[in-house]
């Protein structure tokens, strides 16, 4: 009985810091739909970032069980980790900000230049600036890797006693069910929310936003790296 209890409790845990940190999902529905990635790819970039957020937390947990670390200790280290990804989204959030800034004003200056009567823009070979990424933009690659190594430096702060509780007292078998139940609903729960929040932003017409998807992506992440820090 008091396993079972340990578990619902690891997986409740996993669910409930998931859906109170925006950072676990709004990160992706924005670039997602500022980038135009497909839905494999929206799944796939977030599923390995939530792996990293989760992994990282159980080999510091499993770190500290063998090491006979006190969880007070553990804590403190999740707690840094917390500031270091809060000043990752913050950094990059104000980075991709400023460059979708950048690219709107200069796709509209690009717009009026090519302008033919009736205001209609003049069609060239190559296409003109879009609001979406380039295929061929490195970008495309760097976003998805600079988005992984801020996952894996945020913690999961309530999988440390999760996971040393059954430890010390039944046993690693416990600590490794614990921190895999936790691990499972933490991935489902951001793939949920992702897709959801994906699927209600198609039931409002944003045609006019194309030009700033990038822009507001970047304070989306931006916002989401400043809730971190205020603690929210």
């Known amino acids: 009985m008091e396993n ?33 990635w497909s839905g494999a790819k929206t799944a796939l970039i977030t599923f390995l970032c ?24 553990l804590e403190w280290l999740e707690s840094l ?12 959030g104000l980075a991709y900000m400023a460059w979708g800034v950048k690219k709107a004003v200069r796709g509209e200056k ?9 205001g209609q823009p003049h069609s060239h070979g190559h296409g003109h600036e879009t609001a979406h990424a380039h295929p061929h933009d490195g970008r495309s690659s760097v976003t998805p890797w600079t988005l992984f190594i801020i996952f894996v430096f945020g ?5 440390i006693p999760v996971l040393m509780y059954p430890a010390l007292n039944t046993g690693l078998w416990l600590a490794a069910a614990a ?25 409002f017409p944003a045609e006019k936003l ?7 992506a970047g304070f989306a992440i931006f916002a989401c790296g400043a809730a971190v820090k205020a603690g929210l």
């Open 155 to 159: 913690p999961c702060e309530p999988l």
């Open 210 to 216: 194309e030009r700033y998807a990038h822009a507001l």
């Open 50 to 73: 939530g792996l990293g957020h989760v992994l990282s937390s159980v080999l510091i947990g499993f770190a500290g069980i063998a090491l006979g670390t006190a969880v007070g200790k």
């Open 81 to 92: 980790r917390g500031g270091a990804a809060g000043w990752l989204l913050l950094s990059f």
């Open 179 to 203: 921190a895999a139940v936790f691990s499972a609903v933490t991935i489902a729960t951001m793939l949920a929310s992702v897709f959801l929040l994906l699927r209600g932003i198609k039931l």
């Open 4 to 36: 079972g209890a340990i578990l619902l409790t690891a997986a409740s845990l996993g669910f409930i810091h998931t859906v109170l940190g925006p950072d676990h999902y709004i990160p992706f529905v924005a670039l997602s739909k500022a980038r135009n």
């Open 110 to 118: 690009h717009s009026h230049l090519h302008a033919h009567d009736g």
